[in-house]
């Protein structure tokens, strides 16, 4: 009987718990989706946020205030970011256009295509939906094809760059994801061991 009354103490306890959780909305939005969100590495203060419809904001108080800082950037539709494991001054965005390239901040963006199929006329050509780095290789990082929020535009590909997204090459040979499938997220351990990619084909482990 003491168990019981213990254990329901517990429960008691943490429904109270859950029931204290708020969540209040703030910052940037009300115009677009919220595509992309993440925090700085090193100072937990910082936060960098890609939207659909107004590019790329910073925050270096918690959210409290952002920054829009879209100087350079031609496509404000930002799917996904990458911030550099040991370096917060270089940042990469992935578009629905292609992936753009800061080393300081946020400040000036630059488009950094190389590597990738030329600019198609009336499709996107390279649009990003994964940026990943890889944690042991500083330089390192991958990027997938797709457009996850409107399920269309894959390719079955994954590119990867050697020089901090300077150059890019497909990291996937055809055959090695199905045809078309889009990539939506990309993930790697500490130990950079193997890579994810999450696609609309399933999981798939490299």
């Known amino acids: 009987m003491r168990t019981t009354c213990s254990l329901l103490c517990l429960v008691a306890a943490s429904v109270a718990l859950a029931g204290d959780i708020t969540w209040t909305n703030f910052g940037p939005g009300g115009g677009g989706w919220i595509q992309s969100l993440a925090c ?15 590019g790329f904001y910073l925050s270096r108080d918690s959210g409290q205030t952002w920054t829009i800082r879209n100087n350079g950037l031609a496509d404000y539709f930002v799917e996904c970011l990458a911030v550099h494991p040991q370096n917060s001054q270089i940042l990469l965005l992935g578009t629905e256009g292609g992936i753009y390239k800061s080393t ?14 030329e600019p198609a006329r009336y499709r996107y050509s390279a649009p990003i939906g994964a940026l990943c780095f890889d944690p042991t290789r500083r330089d390192t990082l991958y990027a997938g094809i797709g457009r996850p929020r409107f399920g269309k535009d894959g390719a079955g590909a994954i590119y990867r760059s050697n020089d901090c997204g300077e ?5 996937t040979p055809p055959g090695t994801l199905p045809d078309k499938c889009i990539v ?23």
């Open 40 to 54: 700085d590495p090193r100072d937990p203060d910082l936060l960098y946020l890609g939207c659909d419809v107004g």
């Open 184 to 206: 939506s997220d990309l993930e790697m351990p500490a130990d950079g061991s193997y890579i994810l990619a999450a696609t609309d084909a399933g999981l798939f482990r490299s």
């Open 167 to 171: 150059t890019w090459q497909l990291a």
């Open 104 to 117: 300081d901040q946020g400040l000036t963006w630059h488009e950094k295509r190389a590597g990738f199929p």
